[in-house]
């Protein structure tokens, strides 16, 4: 203690001792007032008291106290191995101790996270050190980019594949490097699978193939890999790049020697040809002379058309083969074209019918098509198209379709020759088609209706998930779900062709909803005016919150895994209703779908009221008891390509496809109306519910 506080202590001792004192007297004589005299003793001996306490928490705890905590910092500098000895510390000799374990604890972690600390750093250095080897090993230049296509790693393959070295360097926007339309192409048409979660069955899953160009003129051959966050969104991409320079130089050669040979064929085929109607017009040649001129004009003839032919035919199977295409599917091009068409100013596209798989390079397609439409728009001074695909055993067929009257083939064959904005070597539009051993030609496809189709190549390999037939789904009879009242406004007058629709199916944990049976996929599809809108289409997975059985799996593919982050129920009804609005629903066996919609519709605070259509009764007042009501089975009899059976929204556009080739069988019975349907669809309820009750 120092001597100022022993001096305070002192004093306080001192005037309680002087208080003491002065009373004594009064206590010995005896003071006029007893009471004063005690107040002033026992206040005379709480000082001495306070006095005596404080000096001794001062001595036996505040100091020890402070000694501790200014030889902490110096104990966790000494790694833990220093001591607090506990007679140096009094009262709190405990508290020291427990405070010296302590630092020996913290220094042990202390070590422990470093040593963790350096052999992490090893082994990153170890992996760093083998990426970069392989790397180095690598033909192939190699660039990660992030979703702003900033250069985060390079190896020099790439360094050497883009010359402008000094521009090449981390940070710096790829797009600035290389030609930037193929580059954000393909990272929208990856972005776009992987957030449909088509990439888990994709054949190229979560990658694809590019050609991009440098500000030299190289040519450069890449693929992009999307690389995915925790939570399967892209956060950037991997390319690899290769020169092509040469290999498309071949190729442009080749397309120019082609060309020339078509061409410089043509011109003695014809004097060829003229030379034999000249020898027809004089008579006077011998028939010897006549027959042999005639053999050798017309065997003539015969050789350089099929010269022509054969050169027609390789010169399209070589570039076709040479150019980067794949399997695409026609509803995520026709997307691409529309948007594209939106950003320049062109017509709007939208996208119906059943989609179709081709092959062909994506890149070019769309650039192709989204010229294509615009200078049908130009011709015909239509601002909004339809774009669709069909499909034959020979091709699948691009339409673009417009109210009016077909284009004149003149008009249509002077467009091959137009540059293609954005793309690689100035193509064209017929260096396209050619690319894809495709043509083009405008027709009549409808009353009023005309097409611009683009013939293309069939896919290379099968796609789409078709069960084998598993066991169907059982007829589902809730005869109050099915049983509608009439609606009373104008809705119900109007023609079931000019209505809007909602075609709409969902995936479940099993077949029983009053037994506790989930949803687990909802997906719908929207028609307007006849046609299937692809482009306007709803599909989530839902979190059913309870396992879903391997036997559902089976059918559906879906698994607990896939709807682990998926929402509840509630929230995707309620974004279901928002997309239906007011437009009829349409379901193949509808009340087995429309019962795991209202067990929710009260949680989800919505209420599914809307008009519903099904066509599995609407296949019973069209074919009778004794016809197959199934939907694989209507399909097959319809011609209607089954595709991705028993996922939601592949089984909405099979049922889409069907309503609307029964929409013409109806009508020929009589059912033109809204109110004509449901009361015709009520009665074949009333009548089946019958027959179940004998």
Known sequence: MDAARLGRVALFIALGAAALCLSLPWVVRGSPDPVLTMAFVSAAVAGIAVALVWGLVRLGVINPGKRLAAQVPVLLMSDGKGGLPPENYGAIGPLAALVAELAAKVAALKADTDRTVAEATRRAEEQSGRLAALLRDLHQGVLVCNLRHQVLLYNEEARALLPQAAALGLGRPLVELVTAEPVRHTLDRLTRRIAEGRHKEHRDGTTAGFVAGTAEGRLLQGRMAAILGTDESVTGYVVTLEDATEEMASLAARDRLLRSATEDVRGPLANLSAAAEMLAEHPELSPEERQGFEQVILAGSGQLQDTLARITTEYRAGITAAWPMADIISGNLFALVAERCARQGGPALTCTGLPC?????????????????QRVAEATGQRELDIAATHDDRFVYADLCWKGEP???ASVEGWRADSLADALAALTVADILDYHNADLWSERCGEGLSRLRVPLPLPKEPHGRRKAAPAPRPEFFDFDLLHQPLPEDALARMPLKTLSYVVFDTETTGLS?????????????????????????????????????????????????????????????????????????????????????????????VKFDTPVLDTMVLSRQLQGEDGTHSLDGIAASLGVEVVDRHSALGDSLVTAAIFLRFLDALAAQGIVTLDDAIRRSNMAVELHARERAF
Do not use: C
Request: proline share 5%.
């Open 513 to 605: 909803p009053s037994q506790g049976d989930e949803l687990v996929s909802v997906a719908g599809v929207r028609i307007v005016n006849g046609r299937i809108l692809t482009g306007e289409t709803f599909q989530s997975l839902v979190n059913p919150g309870r396992a879903i059985p391997a036997a559902s799996t089976a059918i559906h593919g879906i698994t607990d895994a896939m709807v682990a982050d998926a929402p509840p129920p509630e929230q995707v009804l309620k974004q279901f209703r928002a997309f239906v609005g007011g437009a009829v629903l349409v379901a193949h066996n509808a009340a087995f779908d429309l019962k795991f919609l209202k067990m929710k519709q009260k949680a989800a605070g």
């Open 407 to 409: 284009l004149a083939a």
């Open 357 to 373: 798989w081709l092959h062909g390079d994506s890149y070019g397609l769309a650039l192709l098509l989204s010229r294509l439409a």
